[in-house]
């Protein structure tokens, strides 16, 4: 069974770039035709998805911060890796990785069969 695992910073100054990433074992990132998206919640927010790369390595972002975010991945150290550029503290949230059968921008849970742990990253002077 596939399993993601999330890691960061943990605190990040604004302006600065975040960089998360999700090591994936049981299953690789290659593998068709798997999505592999970035979802985020702040605190007291609902999710909030930020985009996608596919098993060939297209990726999809969510319009509103397509301008900041880079989804980039590994094939050999089989990881996923998101980058938020010029975050500030409305980027604070915990950072998940989630794996779908089919391309989704959505965030119901149902719609992925496998979830990271998440990470939590603040933004913080």
């Known amino acids: 069974q596939v399993q993601l695992r999330e890691a960061g910073p943990g605190l990040v100054k604004p302006s600065q770039t975040l960089s998360v990433t999700c090591s994936v074992s049981?299953?690789?990132?290659?593998?068709?035709?798997?999505?592999w998206s970035w979802i985020r919640q702040p605190p007291g927010k609902g999710l909030e998805w930020l985009g996608a790369?596919?098993?060939?390595?297209?990726?999809y972002y969510n319009p509103t911060l397509k301008s900041r975010t880079s989804i980039s991945r590994d094939i050999y150290e089989n990881r996923i890796t998101l980058q938020l550029s010029s975050v500030t503290p409305e980027d604070t949230a915990v950072y998940y990785c989630?794996?779908?059968?089919?391309?989704?921008?959505?965030?119901?849970?149902?719609?992925?069969?496998?979830w990271g742990q998440g990470t939590q990253v603040t933004v913080s002077s």
């Open positions: 989630a794996r779908s059968a089919a391309f989704t921008q959505g965030v119901d849970r149902k719609l992925y069969d496998s």
């Open positions: 790369i596919s098993n060939s390595g297209t990726t």
């Open positions: 049981g299953g690789l990132i290659t593998t068709k035709f798997y999505y």
